[in-house]
T-cell receptor, first 111, second 113 residues
Framework: GQQVMQIPQYQHVQEGEDFTTYCNSS?????IQWYKQRPGGHPVFLIQ?????EVKKQKRLTFQFGEAKKNSSLHITATQTTDVGTYFC???????????FGSGTQLTVLP | NAGVTQTPKFRILKIGQSMTLQCTQD?????MYWYRQDPGMGLKLIYY???????DKGEVPNGYNVSRSTTEDFPLRLELAAPSQTSVYFC????????????FGDGTRLSIL
């Protein structure tokens, strides 16, 4: 079955430093979604990428979809304490009508 | 709009007890999902539904049952609770397909002792 892998599993950064998480799929994806889960909270949709090579920005967050549509990345510039949480990528699960979530990257921002 | 509402928020069960986790959405979404999330881990799909009357197994369905009699409601039933089912359970919905964003409820924190 399809696998979606994320690295790193954990990342500690000093406030103001940049942060990047990477997502790799074993199969080509029609689209990829990114979610953020604050500690003790529920996942919240951030963005969806559809096109090969697509780049989207949300303030300090930059999302990229690889040319082969098998990998993606989320980059946060100048992290803030409000960025703390776990970031998940997710892609459609092939023939099954479901999303496959990556294992997530847990970001800690030290003040 | 309330979005996706889950009840209860917390529950402690004894081994062997049964319970139903409730999930309702008011966004007229066709697709609904149940996930479990163990501490520090990702989301594992338990069951999903693409519309009223249609349900299908996800990655980890054993020990659970679901039903979808209406578009709004998608309850998850635990029969014979076991310690391995201690987890946080999230219900989610999306408008039409898995290609559209999922909206999550606040979760139910369940402990089996």
């Amino acid at each position: 079955g399809q696998q979606v892998m994320q690295i790193p599993q954990y990342q500690h950064v000093q406030e103001g430093e940049d942060f990047t998480t990477y997502c790799n799929s074993s199969t080509t994806l029609s689209n990829i979604q990114w979610y953020k889960q604050r500690p003790g909270g529920h996942p919240v949709f951030l963005i969806q990428l559809v096109k090969s090579g697509e780049v989207k920005k949300q303030k300090r967050l930059t999302f990229q979809f690889g040319e082969a549509k098998k990998n993606s990345s989320l980059h946060i510039t100048a992290t803030q304490t409000t960025d703390v949480g776990t970031y998940f990528c997710a892609g459609p699960g092939g023939s099954a009508r479901q999303l496959t979530f990556g294992s997530g990257t847990q970001l800690t921002v030290l003040p | 709009n309330a979005g996706v509402t889950q009840t209860p928020k917390f529950r402690i069960l004894k081994i062997g007890q049964s319970m139903t986790l409730q999930c309702t959405q008011d966004m007229n979404h066709n697709y609904m999902y149940w996930y479990r999330q163990d501490p520090g881990m990702g989301l594992k799909l338990i069951y999903y539904s693409v519309g009223a009357g249609i349900t299908d197994k996800g990655e980890v369905p054993n020990g659970y049952n679901v039903s979808r009699s209406t578009t709004e409601d998608f309850p998850l039933r635990l029969e014979l609770a076991a310690p391995s089912q201690t987890s946080v359970y999230f219900c989610a919905s999306s408008y039409r397909t898995e290609n559209q964003p999922q909206h999550f409820g606040d979760g139910t924190r369940l402990s089996i002792l």
